[in-house]
């Protein structure tokens, strides 16, 4: 069956543009995460809902960082006035239990700040 | 979570089982431990995860240590497309929130023919 998809795979940015970034789960999938990986890192946690509740934003590293998930399906991480340091892959996963116990990752997008 | 202790790097020669080691000195009694992997420009992927019992599936076996403070994740037959970063990672394992992976920085195994 389908994966998680994320959209769009490649964006580029120019600095203090706003940008989204689209994440698809896996259908029927409660719980969906958003991580950040910068190049030759492991991804870094940033934020993990529940249905259409953000139960943990913890990990966005400023308040330029938004996320929302209305309906408890598609998921949309939205970055403001970017910067360059904002510059990674943006990793979206879903997973059926409300634990997170295995999470399907997507491909990711690659957003570059210049 | 616990903090994990993985080589930055191992080969293995294709056909041949590849052996990962992961310390986990400081785990907790609930907190288990789960590998994933991250193929080249791919989102990470699950491979496996367990408690104190050695765990198989048709990906890989699990082996965890008595006192549960290391960890083994073992491919028996090698292939090229296993080159990738494999991570272990020790978690706790609740309903509520706080269940996101802590990725460390993980094992860059290149599988050789």
């Known amino acids: 069956g389908a994966g998680v998809s994320q959209s769009p795979r490649y964006k580029v940015a120019k600095r203090g543009q706003d940008v989204a970034l689209r994440c698809d789960p896996i259908s029927g999938h409660v719980s969906l995460f958003w991580y950040q990986q910068a190049l030759g890192q492991g991804p870094e946690f940033l934020t993990y809902?529940?249905?259409?509740?953000?139960?943990?934003k913890s990990g966005l590293p400023s308040d330029r960082f938004f996320a929302e998930r209305p309906e408890g399906s598609v998921s949309t991480l939205k970055i403001q006035r970017t910067q360059q340091e904002d510059s990674a892959v943006y990793l979206c996963?879903?997973?059926?239990?409300?634990?997170?116990?295995?999470?399907?990752f997507g491909p990711g997008t690659r957003l570059t700040v210049t | 979570d616990a903090k994990t202790t993985q080589p930055t790097s191992m080969d293995c020669a294709e056909g041949r089982a590849a052996n990962l080691p992961c310390n986990h000195s400081t785990i907790s009694g609930n907190e288990y431990v789960y590998w994933y992997r991250q193929i080249h420009s791919q989102g990470p992927q699950y491979i496996i995860h367990g408690l104190k019992n050695n765990e198989t599936n048709e990906m890989a076996s699990l082996i965890i240590t008595e006192d549960r403070k290391s960890s083994t994740l073992i491919l028996p037959h090698a292939t090229l497309r296993d080159t990738a970063v494999y991570y272990c990672?020790?978690?706790?394992?609740?309903?509520?929130?706080?269940?996101?992976?802590?990725f460390g920085g993980g094992t860059r195994l290149m599988v050789k023919p």
């Open positions: 990672i020790v978690r706790f394992q609740g309903l509520n929130a706080g269940n996101m992976l802590t």
């Open positions: 996963a879903s997973s059926s239990s409300r634990g997170g116990y295995e999470q399907y």
């Open positions: 809902f529940q249905n259409e509740a953000q139960l943990d």
